[in-house]
Each structure stands twice: as C-alpha cells, then as structure tokens.
C-alpha cells in the first residue's frame, strides 16, 4: 500500500504537466473555432466540403495530417463547422487524421 501512496503525487504532477503542454493548442483552436464562427470561412469551407463527398474527405484528412492542432484543439473547430451545416465524413475524417499525426 506504501508504493500506491508514493506514485499518486508522481501522478498528479504528470497529468498536470500534460495539461499544461496541451493548453496552448486548446486556446488555439478555441479562437479558430470563434473566428470561423464570426466571419465567412465557415461558408467558403461549407461550400468546399459540400461539392464532392470523396474530395471532401480526402482534403480533409490530408488538412488533418498538416494541422498543427491536437483533439484538444480540433473538436472546438469541428464542433463550430458542424453547427455551420458541414458533412460529418469531412469532420471525423479530419479529426481522426489530426488527432493520430499530432501528439
């Protein structure tokens, strides 16, 4: 029981180490999400993602790959197009691809 308590402050400090090293990319795609939301990308993108469903996914999940942003970061920008009436196939596909090549 000794080593239990022991690791538990190993622990904390781990999590709240991986919080701190993710806030940054949390931010970031909470103020893409707001500015998709205020200006007129969401209706270039909606117009974009909605001409060829296979284009769609493709450009998205190669978006994905090149995307700077994490889960953390993406689901706020995937959440604000999904309000603007986007396919979901673009969305899963490039909040897979950024979430599997971003740490």
Known sequence: MDWYIQTIP??????WNNLINLFPYLIIGVLISELLKFTSWTKIIYKWASKSPVIAVISAAIIGMVS?????????????????GVHVAPLVTFLAASSLMNP
Do not use: M
């Not at 700077?68 to 706020?76: K, V």
């Open 10 to 15: 190993i622990f904390l400090e781990k999590c």
């Open 68 to 84: 700077p942003l994490c889960t953390y970061g993406t689901i706020p920008v995937v959440c604000e197009l999904y309000k603007s």
